[in-house]
């Protein structure tokens, strides 16, 4: 999925954020990548990068450095989760739900990670998607 592909179906699904917000340097995802020894997957970068255009309910976890619209990043969400045990090393959360329940990555998969659904209350991970391609092709109906 391209990251025009990407913009036009969050075009149909999400408000405009009403600030401009920063998205992640070159730098910022380097940062990333290297704490987590995963290359990211292209789609899951280009609409982390949207996320600085749209407003999505809940919390996507930041990865900027710069002008963020407030929410934790991903590095701090995940350096928490894992101060309070029971937290996966290769889960990397991206989506907050809230409660402590997260959809994530897993970094052994990078490149071609699926996407999982932690549940914290159950303390159970749980394939949502084979790709982050198919995660987003499955937003229209999450969202709704």
């Not at 990333?32 to 290359?39: A, M, Q, V």
């Not at 907050?96 to 991970?125: A, K, M, Q, R, W």
Request: hydrophobic content about 30%; proline content about 4%; some cysteine.
């Amino acid at each position: 999925m391209t990251r025009d592909e990407i913009k036009n179906l969050l075009d149909g699904l999400l408000d405009k954020e009403l600030v401009n917000l920063d998205i992640p340097s070159v730098r910022d995802w380097e940062k990333i990548e290297k704490k987590f020894g995963c290359e990211f997957p292209e789609e899951f970068k280009d609409f982390i990068e949207l996320m600085s255009e749209y407003s999505f309910p809940g919390d996507i976890l930041n990865v900027s450095s710069g002008k963020t619209n407030g929410n934790d990043t991903i590095e701090f969400t995940y350096d928490y989760e894992i101060k309070q045990g029971g937290w996966k090393e290769e889960l990397i959360p991206f989506y907050s739900i809230g409660n402590g329940d997260y959809f994530c990555l897993l970094s052994n998969e990078c490149p071609n990670t699926g996407v999982y659904y932690f549940s914290h209350e159950e303390s159970t991970i749980d394939k949502e998607a084979s790709n982050f391609e198919e995660w987003l092709k499955q937003l229209p109906t999450f969202l709704s």
